[in-house]
């Protein structure tokens, strides 16, 4: 007999694909509780409502891109290298694991948050400003640590250049009438190093390879596709 925990996530794995397939708005806790073959009081012991279901994958998806994007704390890159490769390694992974579902780009669809309750809102938005201070920390900590030298004003106007970069090139990578090979993601670095070489960095902090970049997300995404902190957890 399953677990708990197992039905839960072979649910979740369920209704990604029917999300992949035809969208959130279509399907129904009815047709997911045939589709994963558990009873409706089964399904709704699980998960309660449709916004208990996407808050659910949409955290599991942030969280295990976070979980990713820690690994480059723990290799031999720059200060300077790794805030790149953070900030780009959603648009790398994109080109090798496409995702219909687009849970990580949730929050620019507003036919999806129209019906969903102010709570659910909530919760959506508390995960993705728990991302969103978890970068501004980590230049803090380059500050405190003395690895960069940068005014608090000269920082946010960084975390907001970096994460309009960012999530432009997820909405590019997204885009179903952009051609693919239009942007690479040699551009997206090469945006990020133009916003980064305004700061003051310390020594060998100041670094910048793009092939050692390159190598780092290529590691960071076959650890990923091996089972550790993939950043679709529920895919196939």
């Known amino acids: 007999m399953e677990n708990d925990n197992a039905r839960k996530l072979k649910v979740?794995?369920?209704?990604?694909?029917?999300?992949?397939?035809?969208?959130?708005?279509?399907?129904?806790?009815?047709?997911?509780?045939?589709?994963?073959?558990?009873?409706?009081?089964?399904?709704?012991?699980?998960f309660p409502s449709k916004d208990d279901l996407l808050v659910y994958l949409f955290g599991s998806v942030v969280g295990s891109l976070r979980a990713s994007l820690r690994m480059f704390d723990r290799m031999d890159l720059s200060e300077r290298e790794k805030v790149i490769c953070r900030i780009c390694y959603q648009y790398y992974i994109r080109s090798y694991n496409p995702d219909l579902s687009s849970l990580d780009l949730i929050g620019t669809n507003s036919a999806i948050f129209n019906q969903a309750s102010q709570e659910t809102r909530?919760?959506?938005?508390?995960?993705?400003?728990?991302?969103?201070?978890?970068?501004?920390?980590?230049?803090?900590?380059?500050?405190?640590?003395?690895?960069?030298?940068?005014?608090?004003?000269?920082?946010?106007?960084?975390?907001?250049?970096?994460?309009?970069?960012?999530?432009?090139?997820?909405?590019i990578a997204n885009h179903i009438f952009i051609e693919k090979e239009m942007y690479q993601?040699?551009?997206?670095?090469?945006?990020?190093?133009?916003?980064?070489?305004?700061?003051?960095?310390?020594g060998d902090e100041g670094r910048c390879d793009f092939r050692l970049i390159l190598l780092a997300m290529r590691t960071v995404r076959d650890k990923s596709a091996s089972g550790h902190s993939s950043q679709f957890p529920f895919a196939s």
């Open 122 to 171: 909530n919760r959506f938005k508390e995960i993705f400003y728990e991302t969103t201070q978890w970068q501004a920390a980590n230049f803090t900590n380059l500050v405190l640590t003395g690895k960069l030298i940068s005014s608090e004003e000269e920082l946010k106007k960084t975390i907001k250049r970096l994460i309009v970069i960012s999530r432009g090139g997820m909405v």
């Open 12 to 46: 979740a794995k369920t209704a990604l694909g029917m999300i992949r397939e035809c969208g959130y708005l279509q399907f129904t806790m009815n047709d997911l509780s045939k589709a994963a073959n558990v009873s409706p009081g089964t399904l709704y012991r699980t």
């Open 185 to 202: 993601i040699e551009d997206l670095m090469e945006f990020c190093d133009l916003v980064l070489e305004q700061l003051t960095w310390i």
